[in-house]
C-alpha cells in the first residue's frame, strides 16, 4: 500500500505560479512511477505529468509542457509540481497517482496508476 496527501493548491492570478508537493508514504521503495492529473469540473480526468523510479524519466502533456515542471526529493519522498505561467483553463483538483507496476508502458495513462491522492484545488483567475 502507498498512501499519497498532496498539498499546495490554492488561488492564483493569470501568469502566476504555484507548487504542490506530493508526499509518499507506506511501500514507495516497490513504486515505479508517480504522477500528476487534474480534472476540471465536467471534465474527464487528465495526465499532466509523471516521473519514473528510479531512473527519473519525466513526462509531460502538451498542455503544460515548457510550463509545468515534475521532480522529486528522494530523502523527503515526496513529488513536486512546479507550475508557471499559469492559466484560466489549468483550474481544475490536481491529484497526485503512484503505480508499484513492473513495466509501466504509459506513464501519462490514469490506468496505470493505482494509487490517488485526495486532490487538491488550484483556481487560477482571469
Known amino acids: 500500500q502507498v498512501q499519497l496527501a498532496e498539498s499546495g493548491g490554492g488561488l492564483v492570478q493569470a501568469g502566476g505560479s504555484l507548487r504542490l508537493s506530493c508526499a509518499a508514504s507506506?511501500?514507495?521503495?516497490?513504486?515505479?512511477?508517480m504522477g500528476w492529473f487534474r480534472q476540471a469540473p465536467g471534465k474527464q480526468r487528465e495526465s499532466v505529468a509523471s516521473?519514473?523510479?528510479?531512473?527519473?524519466?519525466?513526462y509531460y502533456s502538451d498542455s503544460v509542457k515548457g510550463r509545468f515542471t515534475i521532480s522529486r526529493d528522494n530523502a523527503k519522498n515526496t513529488v513536486y509540481l512546479q507550475m508557471n505561467s499559469l492559466k484560466p483553463e489549468d483550474t481544475a483538483v490536481y491529484y497526485c497517482?503512484?503505480?508499484?507496476?513492473?513495466?509501466?508502458?504509459?506513464?501519462?495513462?490514469?490506468?496505470?496508476?493505482?494509487?490517488w491522492g485526495q486532490g487538491t484545488q488550484v483556481t487560477v483567475s482571469s
Open positions: 497517482a503512484a503505480t508499484l507496476r513492473i513495466g509501466v508502458v504509459a506513464p501519462l495513462d490514469p490506468s496505470e496508476y493505482n494509487y
Open positions: 507506506g511501500r514507495t521503495f516497490s513504486r515505479s512511477a
Open positions: 516521473i519514473r523510479w528510479p531512473s527519473g524519466a519525466t
